[in-house]
C-alpha cells in the first residue's frame, strides 16, 4: 500500500516552497533534510522502466508508458514550485524509432494528448517548454502541437522544460558540428572549435549544463543523453521504476545530490580527499 494511503502515513502540513502541497510522512523527512538554497540549477531525468513496470502486473507495455505521464506531471510540478531553473526529460530517443511501429505511433499520440491535457498545469507554473531533438524528423502532427507549445509558453518566466524528443546525444553533437561549418560556409578548414562555440551550437544553448541526472529502473548506463552537457554531473540511479517515481523519489535524489562534493577535477589547496560536509556549485 502506498505510504500516503496507511494510517500511520497520513499527509502532513509542513512548511514547504510555493505550498507544495500536502506532504506525506517520508516527504517531510526528507524536506528537512533538504537545504532548499542548494538545490541543483538544471535535473535532468532519464525516464525508464514503463516497460517493465507494466510486464509485472502482465500489463502492455503502453500501460506503463500512460502510467509514466502521472510521474512526469509530479516532477515536473514539483521541480517547478522548487524553483529548479530547468528540467530535461528523456521522452524519446533516435534509437526509439527501432520499436514496433504500434508502440511508436501510441506513444507519439500519447505525447499529442499530454500537451494538450497539461498545458493548463504548464501556464499555472509559468514553465516554458523547450523541445530537444530532429524535430523535423517527427511525424507533421506532432512538430504543429510542439510548435504551439512552445509559442504558448514563450511568455513564461519560470522553469524551463525540455523535452528531449527524437534525441541522441552524438547527433546533438554532430547536428551542432554541422551548424559551425556553415557559418564557415562550408569550409571549417583550418577553423579552431572552441568549447564555448561548440556549446552554443548544442540544442541547450543558454541553459546551464544539469548538475543532477537521475536515471530510474537501476540501470547503469547514460544512454546516449546530453553526452557532452552531463561531463561533470552528478548521477543518481534508483531502482524504482519510472511509473513508481513519486515526490518522494524525487526529494531522494536532490538530498543525495547536496551530500555530493563537485570539485571538477580539482581539490582545494591542501585538501588530499573530499572535504566534509560536501559543498555543490553555487557555494
Known sequence: ???????????????????????????????????????????????????????????????????????????????????????????????????????????????????????????????????????????????????EAMEKTAGNQGMVLCIALNYGGRAEIVDAMNAILAEHNGNGAGARITEEQLSRHLYTEGLPDPDLLVRTSGEMRVSNFLLWQIAYSEIFVTETLWPDFNRARLLEALVEFQKRERRYGGIREGQTEPAKPARVAGE
Not at 35 to 46: C, G, K, T, Y
Not at 56 to 75: C, D, E, F, V, W
Not at 96 to 117: A, G, S, V
Request: proline letters at 7%.
Open 1 to 147: 500500500m502506498p505510504v500516503s494511503q496507511t494510517k500511520s502515513h497520513k499527509p502532513l502540513q509542513v512548511p514547504a516552497p510555493e505550498s507544495l502541497g500536502p506532504v506525506t510522512a517520508e516527504e517531510a523527512k526528507l524536506l528537512e533534510k533538504l537545504d532548499l538554497s542548494r538545490l541543483p540549477r538544471h535535473v535532468a531525468v532519464i525516464m525508464d522502466g514503463n516497460g517493465r513496470w507494466a510486464q509485472k502486473r502482465h500489463l502492455p507495455r503502453i500501460a506503463g508508458h500512460r502510467a509514466g505521464t502521472q510521474s512526469a506531471r509530479t516532477t515536473i510540478e514539483t521541480c517547478a514550485r522548487l524553483k529548479i531553473e530547468a528540467l530535461t526529460l528523456y521522452a524519446f530517443s533516435v534509437e526509439n524509432w527501432r520499436r514496433p511501429k504500434t508502440e511508436i505511433d501510441f506513444l507519439m499520440q500519447l505525447l499529442r494528448e499530454y500537451l494538450k491535457k497539461e498545458m493548463p498545469l504548464i501556464q499555472r507554473n509559468d514553465i516554458r517548454m523547450r523541445f530537444l531533438g530532429r524535430m523535423d524528423e517527427l511525424p507533421a502532427a506532432v512538430q504543429k502541437d510542439v510548435r
